[in-house]
């Protein structure tokens, strides 16, 4: 998995090399990932899907992060045996490992109607004509969360953090900007004001809000203390739009089933206030979500304190 800018910095344009400073091994990492999407791309979806997903689950095993992951599990499920944290583990490297395929082979994911299954209809007709922020976490296969917007029949508007590398953070660029018709924005300062603008005009705006943000707040998150970003929750609450948690649950036969509900935000005098019991919120439906799917969540990020 790529590096990625830390959040809230402005990453270079896509494909814009900052000099030649790491220009060669960029150039080898983006021929590498070049490469790999050649390859993948001359098999069917679900075949590279299928041959990703095992490599990863044979492979991936043996790196630090699974220990991280190990040492995540522990904490947050210590009431299930180490046994099952392996076998729980083993089942997230084989998810991400068809992720890292199916993302490759997006438009040909997203072309398929009969792959996808929704229930977004009642926070459809809630948010009705208002904009709106969508929260994702990173489980089943997050790439497809905008198919969700699509499917209320929305021009999603798309966050996401740049990839360190300019020249590979230009080609999974282009792979995902299709299905966000609304346009994809670098996560950024100047982004955030943008945003702000977007929602207050109507627009609806998804972004993946559980990883860790150092600058955010801290909350409980499986009974632990855990870094929280606030971005998402202040831009709804100051904008006065609702605030929709979603989810992707990969089904069998390599389809997905794509989930809302509206979050409560609280309209008390204290805007920070409100966006931290918000945030809180859907932290806690994150919690329940992974609970019920735990193989399909990342347990490698560095989220507690």
């Known amino acids: 998995m790529m590096q990625t800018d830390a959040p809230g910095e402005t990453g270079t344009q896509p494909g814009k090399l900052p000099g030649e400073r790491g220009g060669l091994r960029y150039r080898l990492e983006w021929a590498l990932l070049s490469f790999a999407l050649w390859l993948l791309r001359l098999m069917p979806p679900d075949t590279a899907s299928a041959v990703m997903g095992k490599a990863w689950r044979l492979f991936a095993r043996f790196n ?9 599990m522990a904490k947050a499920m210590p009431e299930l045996p180490r046994e099952e944290h392996r076998r729980i583990l083993l089942g997230m490297w084989e998810n991400l490992g068809r992720i890292a395929a199916e993302t490759l082979q997006l438009d040909r994911l997203v072309s398929d109607p009969d792959r996808f299954e929704y229930d977004v209809e009642a926070v459809r007709d809630a948010v009705g004509d208002s904009g709106a922020v969508v929260v994702s976490l990173h489980s089943g296969n997050w790439e497809v969360t905008a198919m969700g917007g699509l499917a209320a029949g929305w021009q999603p508007v798309g966050v996401y953090q740049t990839i360190k590398n300019p020249l590979v953070d230009k ?39 559980d990883l860790q943000d150092r600058r955010g707040a801290v909350i409980p998150f499986f009974g632990r203390d855990a870094w929280a970003t606030v971005y998402p929750a202040t831009i709804a609450r100051a904008a006065g739009v609702p605030l929709v948690a979603s989810r992707v649950i990969r089904l069998p036969g390599n389809r997905f089933r794509i989930e809302a509900r509206i979050v409560e935000m609280p309209r008390t005098g204290d805007r920070k206030a409100d966006a931290l019991v918000a945030t809180q919120r859907y932290h806690a439906l994150f919690e329940q979500w992974i609970r019920e799917n735990p193989s399909q969540w990342m347990w490698i990020m560095r989220k507690w304190l």
């Open 64 to 72: 630090s992060r699974h220990r991280r992951a190990l040492a995540n």
């Open 171 to 209: 080609l999974v660029y282009d792979l995902r900007a299709r299905i966000y018709p609304g346009g994809l924005y670098a996560k950024s300062h100047e982004t955030a004001r943008r945003l702000l603008s977007i929602a207050r005009s109507g627009g609806r705006t998804a972004m993946l809000a």
